[in-house]
């Protein structure tokens, strides 16, 4: 079986591309290693998965029409495709904002319309975020609440994806599921996440930046567990009963809500150093509390998270210390 998966150099992508060839399934991986954060840390996830038999990587610009659809036509025989490549991070979409539209809106599309080259094509699956919940009151959040008020340009180009895909389900069949992220972290993690941020500087003895003065929570997934829901939820592609289109949205979260200042002490033990902080207002775009409700994936795919953040962080801060040689 060969399988598709778009930004194979990036956090999560690696993972996945790991376990589909742990699986035995042969993986295109595509990314543009552009410089968002260290491509030195990209090329080395791409270099650990060449390594490895079945593994073929095509550096290209998913929002590259031309260049997609030549890939297509490369690979004839793709049954599933893992689509990871964006422009994440709710910050910078203030800094940068048509990079977002570029990667997440056009590059989405570029990739359904290539996609429809593939006539053995069985599932694709596109990660989408937590951040399409905007400012949501209701705990948890569940895939059945309205998510029409973004609160950041990044969470509109999910929100937009989510609706591009569904409207390709509707007009040409496509079977695809959109999996909305909560805060996925682990080893090979990006720099730009709070938790990376937070090893770097207790190390440096610089101070953390705490938003909200610490008065937020996350829900945390462990990056094994996210990607032990992407493998399940690609393996069952969603029925095509005829009236609705075939398309499926999930939250793929830790169904545990935990306080930041929780999450900062488990770092600290793990370092076995004190942190410094420096309390600061809320960042335009961000949210101050996430929680998935993950019934849907719990009874569709058996999708179950194992992994406590007692366990999953000083594993992070395992890998950060080889890696990094800190
Ligand atoms: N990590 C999280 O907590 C989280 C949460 C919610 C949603 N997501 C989503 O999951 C997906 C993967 O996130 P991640 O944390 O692995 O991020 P990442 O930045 O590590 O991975 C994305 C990869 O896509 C590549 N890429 C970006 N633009 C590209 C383009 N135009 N063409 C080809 N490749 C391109 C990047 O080089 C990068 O390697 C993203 O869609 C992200 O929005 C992640």
Not at 8 to 23: M, N, P, V
Not at 112 to 129: D, G, I, M, Q, T
Not at 138 to 161: C, Q
Not at 282 to 293: L, N, R, S, Y
Request: glycine share 8%; with cysteine.
């Amino acid at each position: 079986m060969t399988i598709l998966v778009t930004g194979a150099a990036g956090f999560i992508g690696y993972h996945t591309s790991l376990a589909l060839l742990d699986r035995g399934q042969r993986v295109i991986g595509v990314d543009d290693l552009n410089d968002y954060y260290d491509v030195s840390l990209k090329q080395a996830r791409r270099d650990r998965l060449t390594a490895r038999g079945d593994f073929v990587f095509e550096l290209l610009d998913i929002a590259d029409r031309q260049a997609m659809e030549a890939l297509i036509d490369r690979y004839r025989d793709i049954t599933r495709v893992v689509h990871l490549a964006a422009q994440a991070g709710v910050r910078y979409s203030l800094v940068n904002p048509h990079i977002y539209t570029r990667t997440n809106i056009d590059g989405h599309l570029v990739l359904l319309e290539a996609c429809r080259r593939l006539e053995r094509l069985e599932h694709l699956v596109y990660a989408s975020s937590s951040a399409v919940y905007g400012a949501n009151a209701k705990l948890p959040f569940s895939v059945a609440d309205r998510v029409d008020a973004p609160l950041s340009l990044y969470a509109a180009t999910k929100k937009s994806m989510e609706m591009i895909s569904h409207s390709y389900g509707h007009l040409y069949r496509m079977a695809q599921t959109g999996l909305r992220f909560f805060t996925v972290y682990g080893p090979w993690g990006r720099p730009d996440m709070a938790a990376v941020i937070f090893i770097r500087n207790i190390l440096a003895g610089k101070p953390i930046p705490v938003f909200n003065k610490g008065d937020m929570r996350r829900d945390f997934t462990y990056i094994d567990d996210a990607v032990a829901g992407i493998l399940g939820c690609l393996d069952r592609p969603p029925a095509d009963a005829g009236e609705e289109p075939p398309c499926k949205l999930y939250n793929i979260g830790n169904h545990r809500s935990v306080s930041l200042m929780d999450y900062i002490g488990l770092i600290e033990t793990a370092l076995g150093k004190k942190a410094e902080m420096e309390l600061m207002p809320m960042q335009p775009g961000d949210v101050k509390e996430t929680f998935a409700d993950i019934a849907d994936a719990r009874r569709d795919f058996g999708f179950e998270p194992k992994t406590t953040i007692e366990e999953g962080i000083p594993r992070l801060v395992a890998w950060y210390r080889d890696f990094y040689g800190d």
